[in-house]
């Protein structure tokens, strides 16, 4: 298994630029979320997704969109880059219940410029 | 609102001695509670969890946690530190109002001294 993977490890932007960062897992979760890590702040939810079809907002949830067609895929979208949304984004998914740990992708540094 | 507090940004230990990562919860009803570490430049990895049961867990590289339900606290130990263990180090809880949300603290860097 490849676990979940992130694709690009790294990007650079110009404010207002659009990009998609990709999240793919071959785990066969239902669960999967996407956060972004910034120094001294940990990790913060930007939008999650329950199965196929459904997903919600997190904590961080402005500037970003998702979509979730199907089970082992979860892009997150910016819409229009800023410079607050420089940081390390991180993907992750888990099997459906409420105590399972999650499985974090290796993570795309982002720099918006 | 739930919360979770790592107290120190970094801990120093000598290597062979024991290592002690603090984390602290705030959440109404049971907690599921978890630790993961972070190694430079790369995703988080899963250490150890508490569901329900022994108050003290055991995981992953030697590590262990103690939920402590009075102190709502969940610290993470390690009985002799190495080297590798220096990484970034964080406590999370899952929402228990059902949502599919974890809430990270703001990570411990873990240094083990030669």
């Known amino acids: 298994n490849a676990g979940v993977t992130q694709t690009p490890k790294f990007q650079v932007l110009k404010t207002g630029q659009s990009m998609t960062l990709q999240c793919a897992q071959d785990?066969?979760?239902?669960?999967m979320s996407w956060y972004r890590q910034d120094p001294g702040m940990g990790l913060r939810l930007i939008h999650y997704?329950?199965?196929?079809?459904?997903?919600d907002q997190g904590e961080v949830p402005n500037g970003y969109n998702v979509s979730r067609s199907t089970t082992e895929d979860f892009p997150l979208r910016l819409l229009s880059a800023a410079p607050s949304q420089t940081s390390v984004y991180f993907c992750?998914?888990?099997?459906?219940?409420?105590?399972?740990?999650?499985?974090f992708g290796p993570g795309t540094r982002l720099t918006v410029l | 609102a739930q919360s979770v507090a790592q107290p120190e940004d970094q801990v120093n230990v000598a290597e062979g001695n024991p290592l002690t990562v603090k984390c602290t919860y705030s959440?109404?009803?049971?907690?599921?509670l978890f630790w993961y570490v972070q190694y430079p430049n790369r995703g988080l990895q899963f250490l150890l969890k508490?569901?329900?049961?022994?108050?003290l867990v055991k995981g992953s590289y030697g590590f262990e946690a103690e939920f402590n339900k009075s102190q709502t606290s969940f610290h993470l130990k390690k009985p002799s530190a190495l080297v590798s263990d220096s990484a970034l180090y964080f406590c999370?809880?899952?929402?228990?109002?059902?949502?599919?949300?974890?809430?990270f603290g703001t990570g411990t860097r873990l240094k083990v001294l030669a």
């Open positions: 992750a998914s888990s099997e459906r219940g409420s105590y399972n740990e999650q499985f």
């Open positions: 785990m066969n979760h239902e669960y």
């Open positions: 997704s329950v199965g196929a079809g459904i997903t």
């Open positions: 959440v109404s009803g049971n907690p599921y």
């Open positions: 508490y569901i329900t049961g022994d108050n």
């Open positions: 999370a809880v899952r929402d228990p109002s059902g949502t599919y949300k974890y809430i």
